[in-house]
């Protein structure tokens, strides 16, 4: 019998992550996984808000990339000893979980988009714990949630539905999708700045095709990982830059996400690895 597929998106509790939570919903026939980092019930009131499906299709899980708890020194003085680490328990708990739920499925689509943003300006404004706080979200963050979740995938062996079952706007191949961004690219840094966040994102693309280079080997051209830029999303992260952008390439989080899934669905495994733009178009690493 063909592994019937669901779909995991991490963190969702606001932004891109709520709305692909949202879309997928609305356009798939497919279960959705959630995480939030806290106010799990409140995460999936917002998800639901105003949407008509059945809401047994949606689950919520709490999941912290951060590690970063009250007392860590996020805002302290780079003289401060760093002591925060990564904390995968929430990981493996949420894993553990979707192994109880889904026994005969596989993950087909995973939209992993943790990020938070310190845009340092010049050397002399880079903070050595909100640079590591940095690289621990937007980097060690997802490479920790593939960890857990790329057993979900599918392997070799495993059967996937034929073509005349395929769910609407659905690819074939599963795909982990890392959320990435332009500024990630190093052959494309003319400006540079946002040191910290700019090497984060450059350490996705090289994680997305790691990734990518273990599942040919695990799952040939049934499982494949890329990276991904939204373009700027009217979120908080990139809310202190807004007056800069151009309106039309100012994207609300809705129409981020209707993007991104389009990209998703018409890649083929021969664009793995890489990392690809909300128009469909690679940036080169």
């Known amino acids: 019998m063909p592994s019937l597929p669901w779909a995991l998106i991490s963190p969702a509790s606001r932004g891109i992550g709520l709305e692909l939570s949202r879309r997928l919903l609305q356009t798939t026939d497919l279960h959705i996984v959630a995480t939030a980092r806290n106010d799990v019930q409140g995460a999936r009131s917002c998800i639901l808000e105003g949407i008509n499906v059945d809401d047994r299709r949606l689950e919520v899980l709490p999941v912290d990339v951060t590690g970063i708890s009250p007392t860590s020194p996020f805002n302290t003085s780079t003289n401060h000893p760093l002591t925060n680490s990564a904390d995968e328990s929430t990981i493996i708990s949420a894993a553990s979980a ?54 979900f995938l599918p392997k070799r062996s495993t059967a996937l539905p034929l073509l005349q079952y395929q769910m609407a706007n659905v690819p074939s ?12 690219s190093i052959s494309d840094n003319k400006l540079g700045g946002w040191y910290s966040y700019r090497a984060s994102k450059a350490a996705v693309n090289s994680i997305a095709r790691s990734i990518d280079i273990f599942l040919q080997q695990q799952a040939r051209d049934k499982a494949m990982c890329i990276a991904m830029h939204p373009g700027t999303v009217k979120t908080g992260l990139s809310e202190e830059f807004w007056g800069n952008v151009k309106e039309d390439k100012l994207f609300s989080p809705e129409f981020a996400a209707e993007r991104l899934i389009k990209v ?10 890489k990392c690809w733009d909300w128009e469909g178009k690679e940036i080169a690493p």
């Not at 109880?100 to 340092?120: Q, Y």
């Not at 191949?173 to 990630?184: C, F, P």
């Open 98 to 151: 979707c192994g109880d739920r889904f026994k005969s499925t596989h993950l087909h689509l995973a939209f992993l988009v943790p990020g938070i943003l310190h845009p340092e300006r010049s050397p002399s404004q880079i903070n050595a714990s909100q640079a590591l706080a940095t690289f621990q979200t937007n980097a060690l963050g997802p490479l920790l949630l593939a960890k857990h979740f790329i057993p």
């Open 173 to 184: 191949h599963a795909v982990m999708a890392l959320m990435s961004a332009r500024v990630g």
């Open 264 to 273: 998703v669905e018409n890649l083929n495994v021969q664009d793995r690895g």
